[in-house]
Nanobody
Framework: QVQLVESGGGLVQPGGSLSVSCVASGTIFSINDMGWYRQAPGKQRELVAAITHDGTTTYVEPVKGRFTITRDNAKKTVFLQMNSLNPDDPAVYYC???????????????????WGRGTHVTVSS
């Protein structure tokens, strides 16, 4: 069974930096796009950044120039480095991936969306 597990996150002062990472595990044939979403209290989940298998990146406007998404394909891991954090950034950050994996019970190969359980990022002085 495929799982995405985030780590990192926590509390940081305004203007500070934080890094989160997410590793995929289980029976995986390949991983296509990976990305980070966030959901603040009372708001919808929104895309923060995404990266393709070959490293092409996409960022939403509010984080451009501050956040950097990278991945290590061999380690099935995606990272998000967050700098200059501000009061608009606190949220639960979720890892997302499009993974080619076998599905039970047939074992048929398919491309499926997976989500991590999220990690909290808090910005406070």
């Amino acid at each position: 069974q495929v799982q995405l597990v985030e780590s990192g996150g926590g509390l940081v002062q305004p203007g500070g930096s934080l890094s989160v990472s997410c590793v995929a595990s289980g029976t995986i044939f390949s991983i296509n796009d990976m990305g980070w979403y966030r959901q603040a209290p009372g708001k919808q989940r929104e895309l923060v950044a995404a990266i393709t298998h070959d490293g092409t990146t996409t960022y939403v406007e509010p984080v451009k120039g501050r956040f950097t998404i990278t991945r290590d394909n061999a380690k099935k891991t995606v990272f998000l480095q967050m700098n200059s954090l501000n009061p608009d950034d606190p949220a639960v950050y979720y890892c997302h991936a499009m993974i080619l994996a076998p599905m039970a019970p047939s074992g048929r190969k398919g491309l499926y969306t997976y989500w991590g359980r999220g990690t909290h990022v808090t910005v406070s002085s």
